[in-house]
T-cell receptor, first 111, second 111 residues
Framework: RKEVEQDPGPFNVPEGATVAFNCTYS??????FFWYRQDCRKEPKLLMS???SGNEDGRFTAQLNRASQYISLLIRDSKLSDSATYLC????????????FGAGTRLFVKA | DTGVSQDPRHKITKRGQNVTFRCDPI?????LYWYRQTLGQGPEFLTY????????KSRLLSDRFSAERPKGSFSTLEIQRTEQGDSAMYLC?????????FGQGTRLTVV
């Protein structure tokens, strides 16, 4: 089993739609979680951290479910500019700070 | 520019040649990571350093790959006797606590 798993998509949604991605992780003692965004042929960039209590940043909401070992990202009112690959990131509690990326979920927002 | 910088941005090499890439992290960051990314995949963890110590190395990293961070600042990744399967984007990231910040990557093409 991969340490971090995501549905690769692609998700094709119209502008204004709400879309949600899930990501599962295998190490139950994982300590930190993030969502990154990666545009085509660009480096990944931090979108938001994921806190135990959940967090929201504008149209984006991230949640953590430790019992089921998954994190989620919800995007409301999708914009064309949201088209990108969304990478789930986990720092497992292995005594260090090795940072593991999922394979990414591709999102296409269409007019 | 105080972000993570990588050099070169692009490298084309013949199979069997050795190549070396450099990464300069954000200056106060003590952790430095190397990843490899191929088309349609997320970044695959290769290795990471805390200061000058290489704390973990992926099984993906064969004996032909070596990374150093001699003074705990910049790092180099060397690939010996390159193979066509080494063609990929090599990403470097650095962090202090939590999220990692990426450089723009070195795109390697082995012909």
């Amino acid at each position: 089993r991969k340490e971090v798993e995501q549905d690769p998509g692609p998700f094709n949604v119209p502008e204004g739609a709400t879309v949600a991605f899930n990501c599962t992780y295998s190490n139950s003692a994982s300590q930190s979680f993030f969502w990154y965004r990666q545009d085509c042929r660009k480096e990944p960039k931090l979108l938001m951290s994921v806190y135990s209590s959940g967090n929201e940043d504008g149209r984006f909401t991230a949640q953590l479910n430790r019992a089921s070992q998954y994190i989620s990202l919800l995007i409301r009112d999708s914009k064309l500019s949201d088209s990108a690959t969304y990478l789930c990131v986990v720092i497992p509690n292995t005594g260090g700070f090795k940072t593991i990326f999922g394979a990414g979920t591709r999102l296409f927002v269409k007019a | 520019d105080t972000g993570v910088s990588q050099d070169p941005r692009h490298k084309i090499t013949k199979r069997g040649q050795n190549v070396t890439f450099r990464c300069d992290p954000i200056s106060e960051h003590n952790r430095l990571y190397w990843y490899r990314q191929t088309l349609g995949q997320g970044p695959e963890f290769l290795t990471y350093f805390q200061n000058e110590a290489q704390l973990e190395k992926s099984r993906l990293l064969s004996d032909r790959f070596s990374a150093e961070r001699p003074k705990g600042s910049f790092s180099t990744l060397e690939i010996q006797r390159t193979e066509q399967g080494d063609s990929a984007m090599y990403l470097c990231a650095s962090s202090l606590a939590g999220e990692a910040f990426f450089g723009q990557g070195t795109r390697l093409t082995v012909v």
